[in-house]
């Protein structure tokens, strides 16, 4: 099994940008499709963004659309968002999650269809 950790979270002013990192370790991360989700204090988990196993399509919330990026680097078995134009709304912890993918080309959406998670990161905004 993959065991992933995210990194680069932390207080940033609205308008500002951060890049979040998940590395993965224990199996090589282009066997998995890959996803951000966030969750704020009293809501739901959310998905933030999603993207392929072999990375050629990508799936952004309405809420991030234009402003977050997310990306893979297999080589590195990293998984990255670059987040732009930071909201306070944009804070709350943000965690990767990996789902074994035989196909290449699907995009996972549901949390549930997940396996594996990292521990979150936190990223907060302030106005």
């Known amino acids: 099994q993959v065991q992933l950790v995210e990194s680069g979270g932390g207080l940033v002013q609205a308008g500002g940008s951060l890049r979040l990192s998940c590395a993965a370790s224990?199996?090589?991360?282009?066997?998995?499709?890959m996803g951000w989700f966030r969750q704020a204090p009293g809501k739901e988990r959310e998905l933030v963004t999603a993207?392929?196993?072999?990375?050629?399509?990508?799936y952004n919330a309405d809420s991030v659309k234009g402003r977050f990026t997310i990306s893979r680097d297999n080589a590195k078995n990293t998984l990255y968002l670059q987040m732009n134009s930071l909201k306070p709304e944009d804070t709350a912890v943000y965690y990767c999650a990996a789902v074994q993918a035989y196909d290449g080309y699907l995009i996972y959406t549901r949390a549930s269809s997940y396996d594996y998670w990292g521990q979150g990161t936190q990223v907060t905004v302030s106005s």
């Open positions: 993207i392929t196993r072999l990375g050629g399509s990508t």
């Open positions: 224990g199996r090589t991360l282009s066997s998995y499709a």
